[in-house]
Every structure is written in structure tokens, then in C-alpha cells.
């Protein structure tokens, strides 16, 4: 069982504090504050990445709660962040429907992007950094005489590349559990802190939740997806598309550096779906 961590007394935290989650970066507690307002304490593990946790807490200092909670104080690799409330956007999948879910979601893509009137962080990751591992699997493949989905999908990510639609700063990692409802209703949590075109920011919906592959797999629900948040961003439904074409392939280059074929072949099945789909346009 992990301790109770000391906490800054700058933070003004009542006494007790609840380990609500555990992973292998963070352990997330559910705290009081001295005036009875919850809030969260979420202390980053020393781990590989967690440069894209720091990052992340640049984007909410930013963002100042709008489409994102609020990032309340900072200390060391610990941070306060606003209750974002107890219902997660999946639950909202499971009792209400995919399209009520993929409608919310895209209300926080359009709050996440509205204009902000302070410049922004200067050390979020470059979508081009970001894709790095995609980029390493394509040539691996091209100098085995491979044309696979990966050397396809790095062409396609090299397009968007050079040619974005808008730059902004992007949450890096919205799905449907770091998307949740509260006291100031729908917020999304847990920023990766990227910079770069906004069509990336919906491409991960369309490989999750993770446990419906029943969903994920549907050229239907992939269609409406396409087009709900081009509609929300401005940009093309191809372009969503090609954005989730290169997102899939991304994701499933890092689970083939971890070995984890079982993952790497989900998200290029999903992947491999999303480009029929895209073809069929």
C-alpha cells in the first residue's frame, strides 16, 4: 500500500487523502481542500516518459480550465488539478449510445480550441517528434522490401505534416476515459502537451474505448465519426481519416518497440478499416 505523501501546505489541503487509481506513471489521490472542495493530487512515478506528463501540465496551465480541468499548483513532478466529477465519457457510451458519446466528444474538441489569449508553451512536443516511431517502422520496413500499412501511413503523415491545416497546441490523447463530466460539466484530463495540426486530436476516438472492438471495426461509426469532427474542426472528413489512418499506425509502432503484437495488430486491423472506409469516400 503506498503512503500517504506529504503534500505542499501551500495547496491548503484538509487531512486524509484517498488513493483513487495506481498506474505504471502516477498515483492519483482524491483530496479536500481547507474551504471542502474536492480535488486531485496526481504524483508522476519516475518512469521513460515522463517528459509527456510534464508536458501535459504546460497544456492545462494554458488551457486556464477551459475544455480541460484546471491545473490548481505544481511541485516537482506533482500536480493539483481540479475534481473533474466521477462519470467518465464511457459510461455515457455504455447507458446512452456511441452517438451521444462521439457528440460530447466533440463539444470538447471545439472547447479545447477555442482561442486563448496567451501564447503557448513553448516546450510542447512537435507532432513530427511525436510520430518519430511511426517514421523508424516504415523505413524498417522499406529496407526489408515491405510496402506495408506502416511505409503507407508514414507517406500520409508526412503529407499532414507538411501540410497542417491550423497549428495549435493539441491535448495529444482524448478518448473516452480522459473525457469527464462534473461541477462544470464535460472536461478532458490527462494532456500529452503537442503541438500541430488539430485533426490529430480526433484520431484516437476512433480506436477506443479499447475493450469495443465491435465499435472500432464498424465502417459506419467510423464514417459518422469522420464526419462529426470534421465538421467540429473545419477540416475535410478525408482528413480525419488520414489523421486516423496515421494515428493507428503511430500507436501501433509503439506497441511493436514493446512487443506487444496482440496491441500492434488491433490498431492496424482498426487501421486497415479506417483506410476502406477512407477509400470508399
Same mark, same amino acid.
Given at each position: ?11 491548503? +489541503? ?21 474551504? #471542502? ?35 490548481? #499548483?505544481?511541485?516537482?513532478?506533482? &500536480? ?7 462519470? %467518465? ?44 516511431? %511511426? ?24 503529407? +499532414? +505534416? ?17 473525457? &469527464?463530466?462534473?461541477?462544470? #460539466?464535460? %472536461? ?16 484516437? &476516438? ?18 459518422? &465519426? ?21 494515428? #493507428? ?18 490498431? +492496424? ?9 477512407? %477509400?470508399?469516400?
Amino acid at each position: 500500500m503506498s503512503p500517504t505523501p506529504n503534500f505542499p501546505r501551500r495547496w491548503k +489541503l484538509a487531512g486524509g487523502a484517498e488513493l483513487i487509481a495506481e498506474t505504471f506513471s502516477s498515483r492519483i489521490w482524491k483530496v479536500v481542500r481547507t474551504d #471542502g472542495s474536492p480535488a486531485i493530487v496526481k504524483a508522476l512515478k519516475p518512469f521513460d516518459d515522463v517528459a509527456d506528463e510534464l508536458r501535459g501540465e504546460h497544456f492545462l496551465a494554458w488551457r486556464r480550465g477551459e475544455g480541460t480541468v484546471w491545473l490548481l #499548483g505544481r511541485d516537482g513532478h506533482s &500536480m493539483l488539478l481540479e475534481f473533474a466529477g466521477e462519470t %467518465l465519457l464511457s459510461r455515457v457510451l455504455d447507458e446512452q449510445g456511441d452517438n451521444t458519446a462521439t457528440a460530447i466528444a466533440a463539444e470538447v474538441m471545439a472547447r479545447l480550441f477555442t482561442p486563448s489569449r496567451h501564447p503557448a508553451p513553448p516546450d510542447l512536443q512537435p507532432l513530427r517528434e511525436r510520430f518519430a516511431s %511511426l517514421f523508424k517502422k516504415a523505413r524498417i520496413d522499406r529496407d526489408d522490401g515491405r510496402n506495408s500499412l506502416y511505409v503507407e501511413a508514414a507517406a500520409t503523415a508526412e503529407r +499532414l +505534416l507538411a501540410n497542417p491545416h491550423d497549428v495549435r497546441p493539441l491535448h495529444g490523447d482524448l478518448h473516452h476515459d480522459n473525457i &469527464m463530466h462534473g461541477p462544470r #460539466g464535460w %472536461l478532458a484530463i490527462d494532456p500529452k502537451g503537442v503541438i500541430g495540426d488539430p485533426g490529430f486530436d480526433a484520431a484516437n &476516438m476512433f480506436y477506443n474505448p479499447l475493450d469495443r472492438d465491435d465499435l472500432c471495426l464498424d465502417p459506419q461509426r467510423i464514417a459518422h &465519426m469522420a464526419e462529426i469532427f470534421a465538421r467540429i474542426l473545419g477540416q475535410t472528413p478525408l482528413d480525419i481519416l488520414d489523421h486516423a489512418i496515421a494515428y #493507428g499506425c503511430l500507436s501501433a509502432a509503439w506497441h511493436y518497440e514493446d512487443r506487444n503484437a496482440v496491441d500492434e495488430n488491433r490498431e +492496424l486491423s482498426i487501421a486497415e478499416v479506417i483506410r476502406a472506409v477512407r %477509400l470508399s469516400f
